[in-house]
């Protein structure tokens, strides 16, 4: 499985757009790009997934570079809702056991 | 529309006991994921099943064990339980698309905590 790199923690204000690039460098054919996100002592929720160029969906957009070793979500307008860790994965669009690396932290502030 | 469910929803053990977590998956979908969630960490992959068979497997110690029933419902036992393993264990389900191109997107339930003391 591809090893991810995100940053750690990023601050934003709301209506802000917020955009988390992740590193994926030993990405491979077969994989794809799905982002995850958590709130405190709940599940991870499927945020967007991605195979190449972009991709959007009713709450964020995605986009890929041609090279795929990284990827960039994007939450447009962030509200004190999306406070919450955003985890990108890596891994072919089947069979794959949905590892997560350490995640970014998002705090928006009023 | 059904969601992963998850029992019980919180479990308080006694070290050396035993405890055994529950899951029901989404109808109709092939795979189920195991993960546990210390505070402050990241989920991490314990096992998973695919068709009622062992698929993959991650860092579940030993004392752990899982398997998928018939009726594709999941458990997680959990034998000489220690301090450190009170944590958030999640099971999350998908269907999974062989052959080919395919969105895999797994839906997580609410978590059982497990506090051990």
């Known amino acids: 499985l591809a090893k991810t790199t995100q940053p750690i923690s990023m601050d934003s204000y709301e209506g802000q757009e917020v955009n988390i690039t992740c590193s994926h460098n030993n990405i491979a054919t077969n994989d794809y790009i799905t982002w995850y996100q958590q709130f405190p002592s709940q599940g991870p929720r499927f945020i967007i997934q991605g195979y190449k160029t972009k991709v959007t969906n009713e709450v964020a957009s995605l986009f890929i570079p041609a090279d795929r070793k990284s990827s960039t979500l994007s939450l447009p307008r962030v509200s004190l809702s999306d406070t919450a860790v955003y985890y990108c994965l890596v891994g072919e669009g089947y069979g794959q056991n949905f590892v997560f690396g350490p995640g970014t932290r998002l705090s928006v502030l009023p | 529309a059904a969601g992963v469910i998850q029992s019980p929803r919180h479990l308080i053990k006694e070290k050396r006991e035993t405890a055994t977590l529950k899951c029901y998956p989404i109808?109709?979908?092939?795979?189920v994921y195991w993960y546990q969630q210390g505070p402050g960490q990241d989920p991490q992959f314990l096992i998973s099943f695919y068709e009622k068979m062992q698929s993959d497997k991650g860092s579940i110690p030993d004392r752990f064990s899982a398997q998928q029933f018939s009726d594709y419902h999941s458990e997680l036992n959990m034998s000489s339980l220690e301090l450190g393993d009170s944590a958030l264990y999640f099971c999350?389900?998908?269907?999974?698309?062989?052959?080919?191109?395919?969105?895999?997107?797994?839906?997580f339930g609410q978590g059982t905590r497990l506090t051990v003391v």
């Open positions: 109808p109709r979908h092939d795979t």
């Open positions: 999350a389900s998908s269907l999974v698309t062989r052959g080919g191109a395919g969105t895999t997107e797994a839906f």
